[in-house]
């Protein structure tokens, strides 16, 4: 255990059934950090957050926070921020009144003024000061889960879970809210966990992101390395567009499409392989004496998309800046070769 | 935007309709109980009216039904209020097997109610006490299938485990995730429930009857058997006082604060 670890995760188990919702999961957080936890729905992300919050019985394993042991420590004593996916405000109350419930209560209990001013603040901090006495009805979604995220913040909770807390909103706003948590989380140095389905949110916000499968985690890094350096070929395919290409793998690199790379560890080691290829790692020109031909070309703003179906039949996906793909059109033939990056190869069949 | 006259005049006469159908047996009941009834009486009198106190029993029965309703009123809120919400938190299991339960005094004639339990109640005013008051025990078991509907609905209604958990990891405990966030969310099916309760229990007759008990409706009965002016009287007052009743129950907010109360 580092010195700034602050929540520890050891070697969780829950079993629904023949389900494993966990199986050993092991994660470490250290203070003020923003872990994401990804992965398909049933790969356990949700359980693992449920069990931190003290809403899931566990059936083995332990739960230290701040060096104590809080596994069998009740929900209402654990002092854990949480935000659900569904609205969650109590439907009685204004949005102050939400944010307030937390400090009336025993657990964080403060006094009148002092309340007061913490929700004041906190509504503030969420951009809501203007809605402090308006009634969830009242309120858009968005607003709704600002103010559960006030709400959870005011108890100054050991650690802020966030439980999908955007799914339920519509693209612009859930963009806009996944960088105003950041900003709040950064600004309290809260340390938070976050579990998402949606890898752009994950990557995008957290300090390391884990992917978790079969209630295992799969890899755990930062969001750059997740992506150009992934240890499972679940990790490689699950973050990202991958291309499948074969080619022969020979020490520590494969041949595919003409280059020679270099593979990722954990990668197959020799016979064939087949390289995950990341579609912004093959360079396309426009060549008339190609090794393929565009299938599709999708603009995309900044980039170019093109589904190419390679010469030996293979299809792949490309995309590259616009400007280097301007005049590659549906029908061109192109020339496709790969960028000197490592690559993660799994076994061929 | 003006309304068109049409759909004011069509929204009218509904109204219009409505409240005679409503309107129309109240006053014909003022009508008939301000009618002479004695030989020194002329033209219109308020006689009847003026005589209710002195009826016997009458005022007793009014105080008993009362309160036998408000005893019935606490069993709701205290007991099949917090027993339904735990049902939908943490049993769902036993949700059919509840709900059955609780409908099955629709399925059985109050008459065989009354025969199972005479046994019973007559047990109780031999050894215990002869109050009437003792039949907020089976009503609070008749008006189950009512309350337990309403109850049902409104809890259905909104994601209570949700709620529940979120005031959990603020540091709620179970009593205050009851009493304080999930009866003041489902408070118009608990305000419902209780009415129809009330309802039942003020207007019960057949059980009261049988079993001996001089309930509200029985002495009313009583009256109307000697005195018909009297009887309407009565009841037509009774109606108004539960209407008075009704309006006198705030329907805006603050349910919340009077229930928000730890109880451990």
């Known amino acids: ?86 609205y969650s405000l109590f439907p009685h109350m204004t949005a102050r009144e939400n944010v307030e419930y937390g400090l009336k209560l025993k657990a964080h209990k403060t006094a009148g003024d002092k309340r007061k001013a913490r929700s004041a603040e906190l509504l503030d901090l969420v951009g809501l000061s203007t809605h402090a006495n308006h009634y ?68 995008s916000i957290a300090d390391r992101v884990g992917v978790m499968r079969n209630g295992q985690l799969e890899q755990i890094a930062a ?104 005049g590659i059109g549906a029908g061109a033939s192109v020339s496709v070769s790969l960028l000197d990056m490592p690559v993660f190869v799994k076994a061929a069949g | 935007m003006k309304k068109s006259w049409g759909v004011r005049i069509w929204r009218w006469s509904i109204i219009s309709v409505v ?3 409503l309107m129309v047996p109240l006053y014909a009941m003022f009508d008939f109980s301000t009618k002479p009834f004695g030989f020194q009486d002329k033209g219109r009198t308020f006689r009847a009216w003026q005589i209710i106190p002195s009826q016997p029993d009458l005022m007793i029965s009014i105080a008993r039904s009362l309160i036998t309703a408000a005893i019935v009123m606490s069993l709701i809120l205290f007991l099949i209020v917090p027993t339904a919400i735990w049902v939908h938190l943490k049993l769902p299991l036993l949700r059919r097997p509840f709900e059955l339960l609780c409908l099955l005094p629709l399925a059985i004639p109050a008459i065989v109610i009354v025969v199972g339990i005479a046994p019973l109640y007559r047990w109780i005013s031999i050894h215990l006490t002869e109050s009437p008051i003792t039949l907020s025990g089976v009503y609070s078991m008749l008006i189950l299938p009512y309350t337990y509907r309403s109850l049902s609905a409104a809890l259905d209604a909104v994601d209570i485990h949700t709620l529940a958990e979120a005031a959990r990891t603020l540091g709620a405990n179970t009593s205050r995730v009851i009493f304080g966030i999930i009866m003041p969310t489902i408070k118009t099916g608990i305000i419902n429930g209780s009415f129809i309760a009330i309802a039942l229990v003020m207007g019960e007759f057949t059980i009261s009857n049988i079993l001996n008990y001089k309930t509200f409706q029985v002495v009313i009965a009583q009256i109307g058997r000697t005195n018909g002016n009297v009887a309407v009287a009565v009841s037509l007052a009774s109606i108004l006082f539960v209407l008075i009743l009704l309006l006198a129950i705030p329907t805006k907010k603050r349910q919340g604060k009077v229930l928000d109360v730890d109880l451990v």
């Open chain 1, 1 to 86: 255990m580092s010195s700034s670890t602050y929540v520890q995760l050891v070697d969780l188990a829950k079993y629904f059934g023949k389900v494993r919702a966990l199986d050993g999961l092991s994660l470490d957080i250290a203070q003020g950090e923003l872990v994401a936890l990804l992965g398909p729905s049933g790969c356990g992300k949700t359980t693992a957050l449920r069990a931190l919050a003290g809403l899931q019985e566990l059936d083995r394993g332990q739960l230290i926070v701040d060096g104590k042991d809080v596994t069998f420590q009740n929900a209402n004593k654990r002092g854990m921020g949480m935000v659900f996916q569904a």
């Open chain 1, 136 to 203: 969830p009805h009242q309120l858009s979604g968005g607003q709704q889960q600002r103010v559960a995220l006030a709400r959870a913040l005011a108890i100054s909770p050991k650690v802020l879970l966030l439980d999908e807390p955007l799914s339920a909103l519509d693209a612009k706003v859930r963009t806009q809210l996944r960088e105003e948590i950041r900003r709040i989380q950064m600004e309290l140095g809260t340390t938070t966990l976050f579990v998402t389905h949606d890898q752009e949110e994950a990557l």
């Open chain 1, 223 to 326: 969001p750059s390395e997740l992506y150009d350096r992934p240890k499972t070929s679940f990790v490689a395919e699950f973050v990202g567009l991958t291309n499948p290409i074969s080619g022969k793998v020979s020490g520590g690199s494969i041949e595919i499409l003409g280059s020679v790379v270099k593979t990722l560890p954990g990668s197959v080691t020799s016979g064939t392989g087949i390289a995950l290829v990341r579609p912004e790692s093959l360079d396309v020109v426009a060549n008339n004496s190609g090794n393929g031909k565009v299938a599709a070309a999708s603009f995309l703003g900044a980039s170019c998309r093109l589904n190419i179906t390679m010469n030996d039949g293979t299809k792949v996906t490309a995309q590259l800046p616009s400007l280097d793909a301007a």
């Open chain 2, 19 to 21: 409240g005679a159908y």
